[in-house]
């Protein structure tokens, strides 16, 4: 029986173990179950992670995955075998030049877009693989349409289209055994990456939605692969986004790669906006760079709308049939005084076809001047889905063309031509050229290079531009109107946008594209031909490798543990110097030692962050005052929080010494009077400071201020975390700029921007803690610190630079450590709050047992 569960899903999985290393040289079968098919549940221990050098190889090689390899498939007239040519329009294909054949090696990975029976697999799997460079999957039919038809169009594709599942008929409620198909071909397509990659030189490049779930099963098996994903649809908002009940998984899988690509600014804020919101992660950006730091990987985000093949679009406009074409066009409508508007879409719900249509009817409507001349010529591609939506669109696009040509029509005379057969690129390139204005009108859309085609089809050249009746000086014109929620409306500025759903409005931008002066036409047409020439396909591929390669150039140093089971999988990266901090280790330090120092963070260290009750258990008071007992300790408790609840909370631990507020204050004992790390602190900046943050906190629900005896703190922990963190930004600027002839600092944290006394930190504390034990003559040979933020790297540091000078034993153990696997100046770590409390009772009990209570 099928587990309900999402993180153990991959548990039901079987299959083959892959071999590892370069492609053999002849592929064998992958044999294939409609289930579940994973190892990721096995011991992380078993995750390959070679420090071994890698073979060095002539160039490199890149593997690039998407659903559908770039061929086309012919079965023989005699059903004897099958003929391959290569997809010219693929996409895949086309990125191939610009990589460079001298420089990168390119190899295939994808389905083929026919049935081939199993007797057959071997032999095409050879075939491809010598003469095309092409590893087919193969997908058993019953598991390719739940996989394809599915989970991919009927759920994840309408969601990523802003389609919300608000009935069965609408969007499409989520379907679990529709997700397991979709998770059981990632892993296949996943089984047959393992058999051909070498993981520490090649890279693999995953494309769209398709394959969102395959980086964690390739980080599973090689936690230093070299991985990119580009995302070729949109991505939507965190609100729609939410609904998906196997939303984490996906953000998850996403994040195990290193690099991922979306074509606008909008789709990767979304997308970033989720990891934010779901996941409790923050981006920043470095230098132009944006980056998300997850467990210790920087996962880079790229923005790059794809391109269009110059070279292969401009060999389309140089073909024969291509110019005989358009003088037949010209003949049919321009040398009849009909001016052609041109739709080129798929039959589908998302791209606005009866849209454009009720405005064009609308242009009529209202400019009786262009009846008998303006005619759109509808080119609709057949759907890439199936269903009901798709039947209706094209009943309510038929029965609106019906309609409109027997208002306006006219002997000899239709306002829409409607071709709904697919036609070959150079008839599409001949149309373009004709055209005078070309209609994009899309209610949500990925990139859409029609706008790009249309412009550089334009351009034309010498022969066809005679055709056209332009003489070689004459300067090239080509007007677009397109939807603003198309994802290459943002690279088209001379373009006339336009909300689709405002009909009045988009017949507005008709008539303006059509009444248009000429010379802004051109000058309209010169700028996109520049943007969209130097833009291409090529330059978009370049690109993304090389932001891959400058990503991934730092895997070879870094140390990776893989963590977690099924789709929550992920890897921790370290520097290879930090490391876990060892129980057996740590306790026989202490047990040997005479003189120790132990300095302690109180939030996210002894006491987890999500707690609402922020103060300490009787547990961990009785752990504290063992510890303190125990006469070879000076345990010290090092805090941000002020020094009257520090009091408050800690009144029965005699013996342990406090710092409050980052050790502005100190105690070394109860009984002792406070005293000041630095000169008595001028707290007149306040009045300045807390006017300024109520403003803020007025203005962000969620958000409190903490007003400490030397500093103020701003908290945005409970409210929205993209507003709280927009909001944090701005207050830290503007305090910074209101407070800049103050003695303060102003420093943001984790969900805090607070406002305290220069010279004021947790490493002033470690210093003075260490100076003090020197001058009574007690000088440490054992020093633990153990904190979980910023404010206590400043610890980190003093103690890993005390190490070589005289405040500590020559041959003191020392162990700075850190909450949770993370960059940081500490040498050890340890997971969470739960195993701190673990080690200080671990070290309670020896003292224990030296000095046990009287």
């Known amino acids: 029986m099928v587990s309900s569960s999402y993180s153990n899903l991959l548990d039901l999985a079987s299959g083959e173990s892959p071999s590892f290393g370069r492609m053999p040289h002849r592929l064998p079968r992958i044999m294939t179950v409609a289930g579940i098919i994973s190892d990721l549940d096995d011991d992380p221990a078993d995750s390959v992670c070679s420090d071994s050098s890698s073979s060095s190889v002539p160039k490199d090689r890149i593997i690039i995955v998407a659903n559908q390899l770039p061929i086309r498939v012919h079965r023989k007239p005699d059903y004897e075998g099958w003929d391959f040519f290569w997809d010219e329009d693929s996409l895949l294909h086309q990125l191939k030049d610009g990589l460079g054949e001298d420089e990168v090696e390119v190899l295939y990975v994808g389905c083929l877009k026919e049935d081939i029976h199993p007797n057959e697999q071997d032999d095409i799997s050879q075939i491809l693989l010598e003469k095309f460079k092409c590893v087919p999957t193969f997908i058993p039919?019953?598991?390719?349409?739940r996989f394809y038809h599915g989970f991919c169009k009927q759920q994840l594709w309408p969601l990523f289209h802003y389609m919300l599942p608000l009935s069965p008929d609408l969007g499409g409620r989520f379907d679990r055994s529709l997700w397991q198909a979709y998770v059981s071909v990632n892993k296949i397509f996943a089984d047959r990456i393992l058999e051909v990659i070498s993981p520490e030189d090649d890279f693999v490049w995953v494309h769209d939605y398709h394959l969102m779930?395959?980086?964690?099963?390739?980080?599973?098996?090689?936690?230093?692969?070299?991985?990119?994903?580009?995302?070729?649809?949109?991505?939507?908002?965190?609100?729609?986004?939410?609904?998906?009940?196997?939303?984490?998984?996906?953000?998850?899988?996403?994040?195990?790669?290193?690099?991922?690509?979306?074509?606008?600014?909008?789709?990767?804020?979304?997308?970033l906006s989720c990891c934010s919101r779901m996941l409790g992660l923050s981006y920043e950006s470095k230098r132009g760079y944006i980056?998300?730091?997850?467990?210790?990987?920087?996962?880079?985000?790229?923005?790059?709308?794809?391109?269009i093949h110059m070279g292969q679009l401009q060999s389309v406009l140089s073909l024969p049939e291509t110019e005989a074409k358009v003088v037949e066009l010209i003949k049919q409508f321009t040398e009849r005084g009909r001016i052609m508007l041109l739709g080129v879409d798929d039959m589908d719900i998302f791209k606005g076809i009866t849209l454009k249509l009720l405005a064009l009817e609308q242009l009529l409507l209202q400019h009786q001047e262009w009846r008998g001349k303006v005619v759109l010529v509808q080119i609709a591609n057949p759907a890439r889905g199936r269903g009901k939506d798709v039947q209706e669109v094209q009943a309510e696009t038929y029965s609106t063309v019906k309609r409109i040509n027997e208002t306006f029509g006219q002997p000899g005379y239709e306002p829409v031509i409607l071709i709904d057969e697919p036609l070959k690129f150079f008839e599409r390139v001949a149309y373009y050229m004709v055209a005078e204005c070309c209609l994009v009108t899309a209610v949500r859309d990925g990139m859409n290079l029609i706008p790009y085609e249309y412009i550089i089809s334009r351009q034309g050249n010498e022969k066809l531009n005679n055709a056209v009746g332009l003489v070689?000086?004459?300067?090239?014109?080509?007007?677009?109107?397109?939807?603003?929620?198309?994802?290459?409306?943002?690279?088209?500025?001379?373009?006339?946008?336009?909300n689709p759903w405002n009909i009045d409005a988009v017949a507005d931008a008709m008539d303006c594209a059509l009444e248009m002066p000429e010379p802004e036409k051109e000058l309209r047409h010169e700028k996109h031909c520049k943007y969209v020439s130097s833009h291409d396909v090529g330059y978009w591929a370049h690109s993304f490798l090389q932001d891959l390669r400058r990503t991934c150039k730092d895997h070879i140093c870094r140390r990776c543990w893989g963590i977690g089971f099924g789709l929550g999988f992920r890897v921790v990266a370290l520097d290879p110097n930090f490391r876990k901090l060892s129980m057996e280790h740590i306790v026989s330090a202490y047990r040997r030692t005479k003189t120790r120092a132990i300095l302690l963070d109180y939030d996210g260290t002894l006491m987890p962050q999500a707690s609402i009750d922020k103060s300490p258990s009787s547990k961990s008071i009785d752990i504290l005052n063992s510890l303190c007992r125990d006469k070879n300790n000076l345990v010290f408790?090092?805090?941000?929080?002020?020094?009257?609840?520090?009091?408050?909370?800690?009144?029965?631990?005699?013996?342990?010494?406090?710092?409050?507020?980052?050790?502005?204050?100190?105690?070394?004992?109860?009984?002792?009077?406070?005293?000041?790390?630095?000169?008595?602190?001028?707290?007149?900046?306040?009045?300045?400071?807390?006017p300024v943050m109520k403003l803020y906190t007025e203005t962000t629900d969620?958000?409190?201020?903490?007003?400490?005896?030397?500093?103020?703190?701003?908290?945005y922990e409970d409210a929205d975390p993209d507003f709280g963190s927009c909001q944090a930004k701005e207050l830290l600027d503007h305090l910074e700029s209101v407070l800049a002839n103050d003695p303060v600092s102003v420093k943001s944290g984790q969900n805090i921007v607070e406002v305290k006394p220069q010279g004021v930190s947790k490493g002033l504390v470690a210093e003075r803690?260490?100076?003090?034990?020197?001058?009574?003559g007690?000088?440490?040979?054992?020093v633990l610190c153990i904190g979980d933020d910023r404010s206590d790297e400043d610890m980190f540091e003093v103690i890993t630079r005390n190490m070589a000078g005289s405040s500590l034993a020559q041959m003191a153990e020392v162990f700075a450590c850190t909450v949770g696997r993370k960059p940081s100046k500490a040498k050890y770590y340890l997971d969470d709050t739960v195993e701190i409390v673990r080690l200080m009772q671990g070290l309670a009990s020896v003292s224990e047992q030296a000095f046990p209570v009287s």
């Open 141 to 145: 039919p019953e598991l390719f349409s």
């Open 213 to 271: 779930v395959l980086p964690t099963f390739l980080r599973k098996r090689f936690n230093r692969v070299k991985l990119g994903f580009f995302l070729h649809s949109p991505f939507p908002s965190s609100e729609i986004y939410k609904t998906l009940p196997v939303r984490e998984e996906l953000l998850r899988a996403l994040l195990n790669s290193d690099l991922i690509g979306f074509h606008t600014f909008d789709y990767a804020r979304h997308f």
């Open 291 to 307: 980056g998300l730091e997850y467990y210790g990987r920087t996962v880079s985000i790229k923005i790059l709308p794809v391109g």
């Open 472 to 498: 070689p000086s004459s300067s090239k014109k080509s007007m677009l109107v397109v939807s603003e929620f198309i994802g290459c409306s943002p690279s088209l500025s001379g373009a006339i946008r336009v």
């Open 637 to 690: 408790l090092v805090s941000a929080r002020s020094r009257q609840t520090l009091t408050e909370w800690f009144s029965p631990c005699e013996k342990l010494g406090i710092a409050a507020e980052h050790g502005y204050f100190f105690r070394m004992r109860r009984e002792d009077k406070w005293e000041t790390c630095v000169p008595v602190a001028d707290c007149s900046w306040k009045q300045t400071a807390e």
């Open 702 to 715: 969620g958000s409190t201020i903490e007003d400490k005896e030397t500093g103020l703190v701003w908290c």
């Open 769 to 776: 803690l260490l100076s003090t034990m020197e001058e009574k």
């Open 778 to 782: 007690m000088v440490p040979d054992f």
